[in-house]
């Protein structure tokens, strides 16, 4: 299998790209090395790739380059990663997320059409639900009302998809991931934040007073939906949730982070900020019943082996 991974140097992508290898694919990896984080974490995750991927550094919001890629890989199979992150982000500079997320994300629909790839696989995010007062959230809620740029990228991404498949016969597969965290995990998110606060003594922002809950989902877990998807064999068209199906207060996260380090923190109490959704649930019902997705890492274990990961790591660079 040739298979081209968008992204594929980021967090869940080299985790995406490490299974692949396992498995025996091709992999083609795309990803722009950007500035949103130090690229140097991402150069490190391509170089541990265990047996050699091809590397392409590159933007998606280049049309040209993405279409020589797709002619010159012949791919059975698209993953898409690739995606500018993060919710507050986005309300700073919409117009960034507007342009890899649903431009780059056509780049890619288009060349994929007409190179004939088989199978589209999105990554979505549990954001496009909004405020969403039915929990836990399912697929057949109505996804109406987000509240921020990169919701409604992913969003509009989603009904691409829709598109590609409608008009063309693209068999395309979105999934909702609902906040990943695990080793590689990228640095501006709340559990590596927050750990490397923590473990240096400096305080911890908490926005709002620590209610706002969230369904985190291990990395590992999230891995296993995406090879799961790649054998879907049903709707030509169709979105799954993959989340971890129990949700943690902001504040019993902290607790947890505490409890994995064995030092308490010093919270900083903040207003909430704009964008922030109250909380996240996922009903990973239909993901179990077709693709035979089942999360296996409770947060309660998850959070010791991220904080042990962080900790040997910290030790690796000494």
Not at 21 to 48: C, H, M, W
Not at 164 to 189: E, I, K, M, S
Not at 216 to 240: L, P
């Amino acid at each position: 299998m040739k298979i081209l991974v968008t992204g594929g140097a980021g967090f869940i992508g080299s985790h995406t790209v490490d299974r692949l290898l396992a498995q025996g694919a091709e992999v083609t990896v795309v990803d722009e090395f950007n500035d949103y984080y130090d690229p140097a974490i991402k150069r490190a995750n391509v170089a541990s790739f265990a047996d050699g991927a091809r590397v392409i550094e590159g933007d998606i919001r280049n049309k040209d380059l993405v279409h020589q890629i797709f002619r010159e890989g012949k791919f059975d199979e698209v993953i898409h990663l690739a995606a500018r992150a993060g919710v507050r982000p986005s309300i700073d500079d919409p117009e960034l997320y507007l342009a890899t997320n649903i431009y780059g994300t056509h780049h890619l629909l288009e060349a994929a059409n007409q190179t004939g790839v088989p199978r589209f696989i999105f990554a979505s995010s549990s954001s496009v639900y909004g405020i969403n007062e039915k929990v836990p959230f399912s697929e057949t809620d109505r996804i109406e009302q987000t509240i921020s740029p990169y919701a409604m990228t992913k969003m509009c991404g989603e009904q691409m998809c829709s598109n590609y498949t409608n008009l063309y016969g693209l068999r395309t597969v979105c999934l909702r991931f609902f906040t990943v965290y695990g080793p590689r995990q990228r640095p501006d998110l709340a559990i590596s934040k927050f750990t490397g606060l923590i473990h240096q003594g400096l305080p911890v922002p908490r926005y709002g007073d620590g209610s706002t809950a969230r369904d985190y989902t291990f990395v590992n877990d999230i891995v296993d939906g995406i090879m799961a998807s790649r054998n879907y064999a049903g709707e030509m068209f169709d979105t799954f949730n993959l989340g971890g199906s129990q949700t943690t207060t902001l504040q019993e996260l902290i607790v947890a982070i505490e409890n994995a380090l064995g030092k308490k923190a010093i919270i900083q109490s903040l207003p909430m900020q704009p964008g922030d959704v109250p909380r996240t649930f996922a009903d990973v019902s239909k993901a179990g019943r077709l693709l035979g997705y089942a999360p296996h890492t409770p947060i309660q274990e998850g959070i010791p082996r991220f904080v042990e990961w962080y900790l040997a790591r910290l030790h690796q660079k000494v």
